[in-house]
Nanobody
Framework: QVQLVESGGGLVQAGGSLRLSCAAS????????MAWFRQAPGKEREFVAA????????YYADSVKGRFTISRDNAKNTVYLQMNSLKVEDTAIYYC?????????????????WGQGTQITVSS
């Protein structure tokens, strides 16, 4: 089991920045992938970014590449999502997710553990 607690959501103007945090606890994290997804009103949940905890590889959706950065702090068992140059269309509930992995890895395929979500609203 992995428990995930997100923080850092809020309201920001277009062009601004925010950083989300996801504190993980439970299962040892060396073979776990962590990701961020988001769901805007009336839309399906979509993949945003992912990282392999042990290796540090990172993956991004095209819509956020170059603007968002996923990183981790091993000592704090925390994953971050730094969001820069925010756009109105980035408005959504952002979810932290985790899954175990071995062999072939798909960053956007189903995850096993989810946080409660945190709202990001970008105003024009």
């Amino acid at each position: 089991q992995v428990q995930l607690v997100e923080s850092g959501g809020g309201l920001v103007q277009a062009g601004g920045s925010l950083r989300l945090s996801c504190a993980a606890s439970g299962r040892p994290l060396s073979s776990v992938a962590m990701a961020w997804f988001r769901q805007a009103p009336g839309k399906e949940r979509e993949f945003v970014a992912a990282t392999k905890w042990g290796r540090g590889d990172t993956y991004y959706a095209d819509s956020v590449k170059g603007r968002f950065t996923i990183s981790r702090d091993n000592a704090k068992n925390t994953v971050y999502l730094q969001m820069n140059s925010l756009k109105v269309e980035d408005t959504a509930i952002y979810y932290c997710a985790a899954k175990g992995y071995s062999g072939t890895f798909s960053p956007s395929s189903p995850y096993d553990y989810w946080g409660q979500g945190t709202q990001i609203t970008v105003s024009s």
